[in-house]
């Protein structure tokens, strides 16, 4: 069964602190991303890894970095974190570069920062 | 701006009921559309996706969508609702001008009545 696994899924941070959520995929994926949901929003994509080193910033990257030191692992970065960024962090993994292949989401990460 | 909308935010029907979820798109080009489903607690599931040939396609769980060019539509569809089907969907839409990412719209919620 393909996985994706986001190792904190309930997080409680104050303000200023960094902040990482982790994500690992076993699907030999090459693509990553991070999503921020938020009701009455969606999904809106925060950034996206193409490759091992390689990054591209999504719709909302303000105030969030990445990682991907390794295939299978892509973690996001809240250097500073603020009220603000309360919200749960999906993580997600594909194995095509085209925007048709299917999206394999993790469960989840809900962050408060208070 | 390319952009996709889910009209209602909640929807109630009763357990065996039919069910039919709004998405409409604004796209210029032939979009790549796309259902998926987040169950609580769960990260998101592909229920079905479209991006040419016949304008009906059938997914997981007994779903289906009928992509109509003309109305910019691509509405999920069930013809007997179960319990197990309360959750939140989500439709999306790719395509050329979006490189490798989906846009996705502010999600339905589903509650199913017994």
């Known amino acids: 069964d393909v996985k994706v696994t986001q190792s904190s899924r309930y997080l409680v941070k104050r303000t200023g602190e960094k902040v990482f959520l982790e994500c690992v995929q076993d699907?030999?994926?090459?693509?990553m991303f991070w999503y921020r949901q938020d009701p009455g929003l969606g999904l809106r994509l925060i950034y996206f890894s193409y490759d091992v080193k390689m990054k591209e910033k999504g719709d909302i990257p303000e105030g969030y970095s990445v990682s991907r030191e390794k295939k299978e692992r892509f973690s996001l970065i809240l250097e500073s974190a603020s009220t603000n960024q309360t919200s749960m962090y999906l993580c997600?993994?594909?194995?095509?570069?085209?925007?048709?292949?299917?999206?394999?989401f993790g469960e989840g990460s809900r962050l408060t920062v208070l | 701006a390319q952009s996709v909308t889910q009209p209602d935010i909640h929807i109630t029907v009763s357990e065996g009921a039919s069910l039919e979820l709004r998405c409409n798109y604004s796209y210029g080009a032939t979009p790549y559309l796309f259902w998926y489903v987040q169950s609580p607690g769960q990260g998101l599931q592909l229920l079905l996706k479209y991006f040419s040939g016949d304008t009906l396609v059938q997914g997981i769980k007994g779903f289906e969508a009928e992509f109509k060019r003309s109305q910019s539509s691509f509405n999920l569809r069930k013809p007997s609702v179960h319990w197990s089907d309360a959750a939140e969907y989500f439709c999306a839409v790719g395509g050329r001008i979006y490189g490798n990412k989906l846009v996705f719209g502010a999600g339905t919620i589903l509650r199913v009545k017994s």
């Open positions: 997600a993994s594909r194995k095509t570069a085209s925007n048709t292949g299917e999206l394999f």
């Open positions: 699907m030999d994926h090459e693509n």
